[in-house]
């Protein structure tokens, strides 16, 4: 079995400011896991992946996420928030199964 | 250019009139789903394709059917559409077996359908 936690449907931050989006995940296999991005009105696109390579991946636009087993957590960090970064961010699990398992998602809010 | 394609992107229709959602893909992707997205309820599954002719239901199949006959293609079918499936549907794809099973799902622009 596999699930994702988002912790916080919005996160609201100031540009410039660190943005700091959380997933935990729970597999009962090494697993893979995924990060999304959704902009308005268009459909979801890769942000970066883990896939056991290093734990600590980097992924466009600046966005950056640490696979750490002992808290079953893939946080997506990015240092300084841009406008354009205002959208939907999904975190998704594949443990056993080929079958990804989706977070329900967080709204990044970027105030100017 | 690898893309996957929906069509219509928006639709209104009325209760019980039978609709198609199109999807496909220029991936040679073998792995093909269904999603709902919902205020609130993020992504949810109606149903996924393995292969050719193989299909199974996702977390929320009820009222919806799909079909697989064509690697690319992938049809999201509402015989009897109803308000509760006035959503934004996703179709997404991506390679699987061995290595591809690290593979991430490629996603079409979205269809978004209104049931009056």
């Known amino acids: 079995a596999q699930s994702v936690t988002q912790l916080g449907s919005h996160v609201s931050v100031s540009e410039g400011a660190l943005v700091l989006l959380r997933c935990n995940y729970s597999?009962?296999?090494?697993?893979?896991l995924f990060w999304y991005v959704q902009y308005p009105n268009q459909g979801l696109q890769l942000l970066l992946k883990?896939?056991?390579?290093?734990?600590l991946v980097k992924g466009i636009n600046g966005f950056e996420a640490e696979f750490k087993k002992s808290e079953t957590s893939f946080h997506l960090t990015k240092p300084s928030a841009h406008m354009s970064d205002a959208a939907e961010y999904f975190c998704?699990?594949?443990?056993?199964?080929?079958?990804?398992?989706f977070g329900r998602g967080t709204s990044l809010i970027v105030h100017p | 250019e690898a893309q996957v394609t929906q069509n219509p992107r928006y639709l209104i229709t009325v209760t019980g009139k039978k609709l198609t959602v199109t999807c496909s893909q220029n991936?040679?992707?073998?792995?093909m789903s269904w999603y709902r997205q919902d205020p609130g309820l993020g992504l949810r599954q109606i149903y996924y394709?393995?292969?050719?002719?193989?299909?199974d239901k996702g977390d929320v199949p009820e009222g919806y059917k799909v079909s697989r006959k064509e690697k690319r293609n992938f049809p999201l079918i509402l015989e009897s559409p109803s308000p509760n499936q006035t959503s934004l549907y996703f179709c997404?794809?991506?390679?699987?077996?061995?290595?591809?099973?690290?593979?991430?799902?490629?996603f079409g622009e979205g269809s978004r359908l209104t049931v009056l």
């Open positions: 991936m040679n992707h073998e792995y």
């Open positions: 998704a699990v594949k443990g056993g199964s080929y079958i990804p398992t």
């Open positions: 997404a794809s991506s390679l699987m077996g061995g290595r591809a099973g690290v593979g991430e799902l490629f």
């Open positions: 394709s393995m292969n050719v002719e193989v299909t």
């Open positions: 883990y896939t056991s390579a290093a734990t």
């Open positions: 597999s009962s296999v090494p697993p893979y």
